[in-house]
Nanobody
Framework: QVQLQESGPGLVKPSQTLSLTCTVSGGAITTQWYYWSWIRQSPGKGLEWIGYIAFSGSPYYGPSLKSRTSISRDTSINQFSLQLTSVTPEDTAVYYC??????????WGKGTLVIVSE
């Protein structure tokens, strides 16, 4: 059973960098052909895909946040991370990490709320 758990600060100040980590258990993040992604849901809005890092280690970013996003991984501890720079209150959201296969997102973390505020 694959499990994902998000962790990181719940409060970030405007203009700072949001940093989250997803710890994966039950499966290696290097396993072909899985992709490990970040998505978010802002209050009153739908899900927004942020990007993913592939089993190979290659990242891919969605167009809306591409200029501010970096996704990396640490295979030694089976984690992948999200950094979102220059945050504003509009980046307030519940952030989820997920596993993606050929059919879609099959495993999700429980999500973590990040509030951008002074």
């Amino acid at each position: 059973q694959v499990q994902l758990q998000e962790s990181g600060p719940g409060l970030v100040k405007p203009s700072q960098t949001l940093s989250l980590t997803c710890t994966v258990s039950g499966g290696a993040i290097t396993t072909q052909w899985y992709y490990w992604s970040w998505i978010r849901q802002s209050p009153g809005k739908g899900l927004e895909w942020i990007g993913y890092i592939a089993f190979s280690g290659s990242p891919y970013y969605g167009p809306s946040l591409k200029s501010r996003t970096s996704i990396s991984r640490d295979t030694s501890i089976n984690q992948f991370s999200l950094q979102l720079t220059s945050v504003t209150p509009e980046d307030t959201a519940v952030y989820y990490c997920t596993r993606v296969n050929d059919y879609g997102m099959d495993y999700w973390g429980k999500g973590t709320l990040v509030i951008v505020s002074e």
